[in-house]
């Protein structure tokens, strides 16, 4: 088990798949600690998924970092988060000078991890409540969407909302899931890389009309 940050990152970098320094970095620069509940916090840098409030949990350092490289940002990129939990994942990205756009289904993750990430610093996260499949309509497009709860489709808005060129990574299926990474082409969505994950399930806000 990582202890901290600095065991976190050295650990990580023996896969070859998380090939891009960058992001290592700045998951080292990230408290990850400030990320997990309390009672939690011995645990924070075990390559481990932990649970948070209302049945979410913060994804294992190994599929945080391969996200994020599959995502392929880079300082300024515009990138779309569904499923904001505790707001680790868009702290990463932030640490990369990415500007986020995070979208969550529990009002109470979503305001308490952009409470969070305000007071670490983070002002290049924003943060709200809603039908994470349906994106964030009024500032697409965007250079990369990542689903951070699995999904039994691709939802159409999301495709929508990238921009060609850009990536989708999204876990998909029930039961059986695989985290997927897509490129967008004229042609649609052209598939590059799968690797078998475990994720809560991405859920719909009510219509309460």
Known sequence: MF?????????????????????????????REAFVPAQLRK??????ALPLEH?????????????????????GSRVLEVGTGSGYQAAVLAEMGVEVFSVEYVEELARKAFSRLEELGYGNVRVRHSDGRQGWVEEAPFDSIMVTAAS???????????????RLVIPIGNDSQL????VKTPRGLEPEA?????????RRVPDRG
Not at 23 to 30: C, D, I, K, N, P
Not at 55 to 73: E, G, K, L, N
Not at 179 to 182: A, P, Q, S
């Open 55 to 75: 049945d979410a949990t913060i994804s294992q350092p190994y599929v945080v970092a391969f996200m994020t490289t599959a995502a392929c940002v880079s300082r």
């Open 194 to 202: 799968q690797v078998p994950v475990r994720f809560v399930p991405l």
């Open 43 to 48: 645990m924070a840098y075990a390559d481990r």
């Open 179 to 182: 985290l997927k990474v897509f």
């Open 3 to 31: 202890m901290n940050a600095k065991e976190m990152v050295e650990g990580l970098s023996q896969n070859p798949e998380l090939h891009d320094a960058r992001v290592l970095e700045a998951m080292g620069r990230v408290r």
């Open 152 to 166: 039994e489709d691709i939802p159409p808005p999301l495709v929508e909302q990238l921009r060609e060129g850009g």
